[in-house]
């Protein structure tokens, strides 16, 4: 029998607020991220609400707070969100949004007092916000909250995997994975946006995005910021490169026709993760549904990002191939324990030639496929780079939610290659692959 998510605590569906148009005034100049960040940062913007990770890697205690959803993963210029909360009468809200700063992190734009709605306006600029709900006498929680910008053109649009979040998102009893009991015999087949994420309210964002969000407003690169949602319904990408962060599992059939599209007419893909777009799954009326894996359907993943997950539980070191971007670490570099927890490789695949930028370590008596990162150039000119472990992202800053540790040496390590990706892709030179494993 179907399981659905018990929402009773909650309001109803609520249909999101329509606006007309309007120009918010917004700096979307070239450089505008750059002049963002040169902005006064919030240093406690997260002093309260400690990192929690969510879903199947944690176990909440149990106390009082209050959580919340909106009716829109991400809103324009001109929009309206609605607040629905739980465990309190009333909320009051802080609107951070979150960048470098000067290394503080985020900057506090606006507050509400009794918050019902969010609205974008002047003061909002374009970027991945977190919004603290906070109620006398509970423990304050997140909720994350994208402004799209209405520019048509930066250096790269960077998806937010909202879906993926929510498919592990256990609050309520039921995730994609589990039922209340933790088993996946009692698991949902069918999982819902209205609700809370469990943890400390954020999603998988704070470990699997915020690192690298950092980075890319740390380097100032010109970045369109959507979620998977909206891009299951846009028809086009106008910046020069797609970026992924650490874990972007669940994609419709018409996010990857959009992808796939993008690569063909020459833009660039970046994947910060592993185990990318790996089950095909559909949405209806914010409902998410888990489908079959691609590969189960002949549409691998690996014929479109050039390598595909194979491996659940992994720690391994990565070994350079002294080719770009690992280069930068110097010759015959080794990230230790960055592959892992989940890492895809191109053997036993099939897909477009590609390049083995990096591979995992392996003893002289290990036999079998083997974790790699990998790079090809499309026949339109767009490069696609795979870096193949969902352990990139969250090892940058040390929150990983395996047991994984990272010391300060592989954190430095994974932000210099990191760096020389994005600067690819704010320079938009990239170079031809050079092919260790022909098309399959």
Same mark, same amino acid.
């Given at each position: 029998?179907?399981?659905?998510?018990?929402?009773?605590?909650?309001?109803?569906?609520?249909?999101?607020?329509?606006?007309?148009?309007?120009?918010?005034?917004?700096?979307?100049?070239?450089?505008?991220?750059?002049?963002?960040?040169?902005?006064?940062?919030?240093?406690?913007?997260?002093?309260?609400?400690?990192?929690?990770?969510?879903?199947?890697?944690?176990?909440?205690?149990?106390?009082?707070?209050?959580?919340?959803?909106?009716?829109?993963?991400?809103?324009?210029?001109?929009?309206?969100?609605?607040?629905?909360?739980?465990?309190?009468?009333?909320?009051?809200?802080?609107?951070?949004?979150?960048?470098?700063?000067?290394?503080?992190?985020?900057?506090?734009?606006?507050?509400?007092?009794?918050?019902?709605?969010?609205?974008?306006?002047?003061?909002?600029?374009?970027?991945?916000?977190?919004?603290?709900?906070?109620?006398?006498?509970?423990?304050?929680?997140?909720?994350?909250?994208?402004?799209?910008?209405?520019?048509?053109?930066?250096?790269?649009?960077?998806?937010?995997?909202?879906?993926?979040?929510?498919?592990?998102?256990?609050?309520?009893?039921?995730?994609?994975?589990?039922?209340?009991?933790?088993?996946?015999?009692?698991?949902?087949?069918?999982?819902?946006?209205?609700?809370?994420?469990?943890?400390?309210?954020?999603?998988?964002?704070?470990?699997?995005?915020? @690192?690298?969000?950092? =980075?890319? #407003?740390?380097?100032? *690169?010109?970045?369109? /910021?959507?979620?998977?949602? $909206?891009?299951?319904?846009?028809?086009?990408?106008?910046?020069?490169?797609?970026?992924?962060?650490?874990?972007?599992?669940?994609?419709?059939?018409?996010?990857?026709?959009?992808?796939?599209?993008?690569?063909?007419?020459?833009?660039?893909?970046?994947?910060?993760?592993?185990?990318?777009?790996?089950?095909?799954?559909?949405?209806?009326?914010?409902?998410?549904?888990?489908?079959?894996?691609?590969?189960?359907?002949?549409?691998?993943?690996?014929?479109?990002?050039?390598?595909?997950?194979?491996?659940?539980?992994?720690?391994?070191?990565?070994?350079?191939?002294?080719?770009? @971007?690992?280069?930068? =670490?110097? #010759?015959?570099?080794? *990230?230790?324990?960055? /592959?892992?927890?989940?890492? $895809?490789?191109?053997?036993?695949?099939?897909?477009?030639?590609?390049?083995?930028?990096?591979?995992?370590?392996?003893?002289?008596?290990?036999?079998?496929?083997?974790?790699?990162?990998?790079?090809?150039?499309?026949?339109?000119?767009?490069?696609?780079?795979?870096?193949?472990?969902?352990?990139?992202?969250?090892?940058?800053?040390?929150?990983?939610?395996?047991?994984?540790?990272?010391?300060?040496?592989?954190?430095?390590?994974?932000?210099?290659?990191?760096?020389?990706?994005?600067?690819?892709?704010?320079?938009?030179?990239?170079?031809?692959?050079?092919?260790?494993?022909?098309?399959?």
């Amino acid at each position: 029998m179907k399981r659905l998510i018990s929402l009773s605590l909650l309001l109803g569906l609520i249909a999101p607020v329509s606006a007309q148009a309007q120009s918010c005034g917004w700096d979307q100049k070239p450089g505008w991220v750059a002049r963002e960040n040169l902005r006064t940062g919030t240093s406690d913007w997260a002093k309260d609400i400690p990192l929690r990770l969510s879903a199947d890697f944690s176990r909440r205690k149990k106390m009082p707070r209050i959580e919340g959803y909106l009716d829109a993963t991400s809103i324009g210029c001109g929009s309206t969100t609605r607040l629905t909360i739980t465990g309190a009468n009333s909320a009051d809200i802080a609107l951070y949004r979150i960048g470098y700063y000067q290394g503080k992190g985020a900057r506090l734009v606006a507050t509400i007092k009794s918050a019902r709605s969010i609205s974008a306006t002047s003061k909002t600029l374009p970027g991945q916000y977190l919004v603290k709900l906070t109620s006398t006498g509970r423990a304050p929680t997140f909720i994350p909250l994208i402004i799209r910008s209405t520019n048509n053109s930066s250096d790269i649009t960077f998806i937010s995997s909202v879906m993926t979040w929510q498919a592990y998102n256990q609050w309520g009893g039921y995730s994609l994975y589990k039922g209340p009991d933790g088993k996946s015999e009692t698991k949902s087949q069918q999982v819902s946006f209205n609700r809370p994420y469990d943890g400390d309210g954020a999603g998988q964002f704070r470990y699997m995005e915020q @690192p690298l969000v950092t =980075l890319i #407003e740390k380097l100032g *690169i010109d970045t369109n /910021y959507i979620t998977d949602m $909206d891009l299951d319904k846009i028809s086009e990408i106008s910046s020069t490169s797609i970026v992924f962060g650490g874990h972007s599992e669940y994609w419709t059939q018409h996010m990857r026709a959009q992808v796939e599209h993008s690569v063909a007419s020459g833009t660039n893909l970046i994947i910060f993760g592993g185990n990318t777009a790996y089950a095909q799954t559909e949405l209806q009326n914010r409902e998410l549904i888990g489908r079959l894996p691609y590969r189960e359907l002949g549409n691998p993943e690996s014929l479109l990002i050039g390598s595909q997950y194979f491996a659940l539980g992994v720690k391994k070191d990565l070994e350079s191939q002294n080719k770009w @971007p690992f280069s930068v =670490l110097g #010759e015959n570099a080794v *990230i230790k324990g960055v /592959y892992g927890y989940e890492a $895809d490789t191109a053997m036993g695949t099939k897909g477009p030639g590609v390049e083995i930028l990096a591979r995992a370590t392996i003893s002289p008596t290990e036999k079998g496929w083997v974790a790699m990162s990998t790079y090809y150039t499309a026949p339109s000119g767009a490069s696609v780079l795979n870096m193949g472990t969902n352990g990139w992202v969250c090892g940058m800053e040390n929150r990983c939610p395996w047991g994984h540790t990272f010391d300060t040496q592989t954190q430095n390590q994974i932000k210099r290659v990191t760096s020389a990706v994005l600067k690819a892709a704010q320079s938009r030179k990239w170079r031809v692959a050079q092919i260790d494993i022909p098309a399959r």
